[in-house]
């Protein structure tokens, strides 16, 4: 089993930038696949950045540019640098985990509000 905490998110105003932590539990972090995903009310999560087991990262063409996703196997941290914010990257930023074919783990979500 595997607990994803996430943290950073907050208020910021348009054009400032925001760094969101995952910290994960257990020791398989560097064999997770690793992605930000993030929604608003009344629509579908949405994939933001992905990074892969040996680094590769992929982003929503809404934020290339923009945001860079890292990760830290060695303190078990997943990352997501937010620069250039605008007005409609304001949604609730998940963590998300993946191990193998079936498993799948969910942080509980972090605020981010950018004010025009």
């Known amino acids: 089993q595997v607990q994803l905490v996430e943290s950073g998110g907050g208020l910021v105003q348009a054009g400032g930038s925001l760094r969101l932590s995952c910290a994960a539990s257990g020791n398989i972090f560097r064999l997770l696949s690793m992605r930000w995903y993030r929604q608003t009310p009344g629509k579908q999560r949405e994939l933001v950045a992905s990074?892969?087991?040996?680094?590769?990262?992929d982003y929503a063409d809404s934020v290339k540019g923009r945001f860079t996703i890292s990760r830290d196997n060695a303190l078990n941290t997943l990352y997501l640098q937010m620069n250039s914010l605008k007005a409609e990257d304001t949604a609730v930023y998940y963590c998300?985990?993946?191990?193998?074919?079936?498993?799948?783990?969910w942080g509980q979500g972090t605020q981010v509000t950018v004010s025009s």
């Open positions: 990074i892969s087991i040996t680094d590769s990262t």
């Open positions: 998300y985990a993946g191990f193998g074919p079936s498993r799948q783990y």
